[in-house]
């Protein structure tokens, strides 16, 4: 595991720069503060390379109260929420438990808001079966919840900076390195020094290459079509 100090030490060393530093992530001129930035570039475009990283994928859940149909992400209590992965909703009558939970079937917004936020339909009670995605990101049940609910759903967490020395990036860390071969590849274009932009682009290449295959969702084949 590197942090977020070590990838920068790590990046200085491939580019051929002299010294030891940097000695911090903070309060850097120069040449190192540039690789303290490349570094810092490096990790938050690796994590905005897909919007499914395994690893960037999260669990939440709220218990609903009677005669409240509108949810926010804070009242799931997430973390760096980036979006939610609409297929992954289920609720449950708390009372009951885990073992009455049931599927919500999600509709785009403007279709939740045709069928019910429109009428009679607006003020309907009873066990949640439909969601939206609001505008704002909070979560819309329909019908309105009779009692209290547990509603479960993954989300997945936004890109965020390393902040300290001591930071690690979230991904696993045989993979770390990614974040030191991307930065060559800044580096070697600022500095025009092709040789280090190519052999950074090939290191990344292989390594996110190897990330992809551990941390993204397995494809799955459909069947023959006749």
Known sequence: MSTFLELCKDLRREAGISGTGPSATTSQTGELERIVEWTQQSWVFIQNLHTAWLW???????NTTA?????LTSDFNTTNF?????????????????????Y?????????RDMWDYGSNATMTGRPMYFTVAPDLSIKLGPIPSAAY?????????????????DTPGM??????????????YYG???????????????FKNII??????????????????
Not at 189 to 203: L, N, V
């Open 56 to 62: 960037m994928r999260a669990s939440a859940t709220v």
């Open 67 to 71: 005669s409240d149909g509108t949810y």
């Open 82 to 102: 980036g979006s939610w992965h609409n297929e992954s909703f289920r609720c449950y009558l708390t009372a009951t438990g885990q073992s009455d939970e049931q």
């Open 104 to 112: 919500l079937i999600y509709l785009p917004y403007d279709e939740w």
């Open 150 to 166: 547990t509603i479960r759903a993954d989300y997945q967490k936004k890109a965020t900076e390393m902040s300290g020395d001591t």
């Open 172 to 185: 696993p860390s045989q993979f770390h390195q990614a974040v030191v071969w991307k930065g060559l590849m």
């Open 189 to 203: 274009g600022y500095e025009s020094a092709p040789e280090a932009f190519s052999r950074g682009q090939g290191e």
């Open 209 to 226: 290459f190897s990330l992809r295959m551990n941390q993204l969702p397995a494809m799955l084949m459909s069947g023959p079509l006749a």
